[in-house]
């Protein structure tokens, strides 16, 4: 694993693709996914984001880009269900992630821990890693980054019981974190194409942003057309 600050540098200002198939869908598998995490790089991706510890396996051995590695998981007593215990960490950090995302909303996890708890947990187990908040409001980053998370990301924005809703690219919140956080600022949620990557990036100082179903999924990207032409040519 590189250094923070080397990680950092290398996706500063570019575009992470996040390279995710869910069991349900026709892409699902390691191999598939780690041929797009190579496609994206060819197409001059600056990092990867990827789901579950075998896909993460899989494309580190082609693709030598930052990696941001979340495993989603549920539990029966949490909506929380990326990264939610110390448990999903351990198997990202023996993958190899470069980066290690987790839900860092206000909700109580599984057993009933708090966010505060288990940051505390992970930084004692694995004090040298990156750690990604994925958050809904601005207070969330703001306790993000009061905890000594690396970095905040707009992801949750509209997702959460108490943010449903709101339109995205959610640029309002990543305006404010932006302008207030200390630390690196992800775009993530909603950015379907390139003029709204350049206004999160170029126009908000997003640090870099994150794409995925727009690039990676064309089960949705073929239904979003075909929303279109059966509604007549209206969103």
Known sequence: MNDKKTILSRIKGGLIVSCQALEDEPLHGADIMAKMALAAKSGGAAGIRANGADDIRAIKKIVDLPLIGIIKKVYKDSDIYITPTIDEVTLLVDAGADIIATDATGRLRPNGASLDDFYARVRGKYPQII?????????????????????????????????????????????????????????EGGINDPAELKKAVIDFNAFAAVVGTAITRPREITRRFVDFLSNGGKE
Do not use: Q, W
Request: no cysteine.
């Open 131 to 187: 750690l990604m908040a994925d958050i809904s409001t601005f207070e969330e980053g703001a306790k993000a980054e009061k905890l000594g998370f690396d970095i905040a990301a707009t992801t949750l924005s509209g997702y959460t019981e108490y943010t449903k809703g709101r339109k995205l690219p959610d640029f309002d919140l990543l305006k404010r974190l932006a302008d207030t956080l200390k630390i690196p600022v992800i775009a």
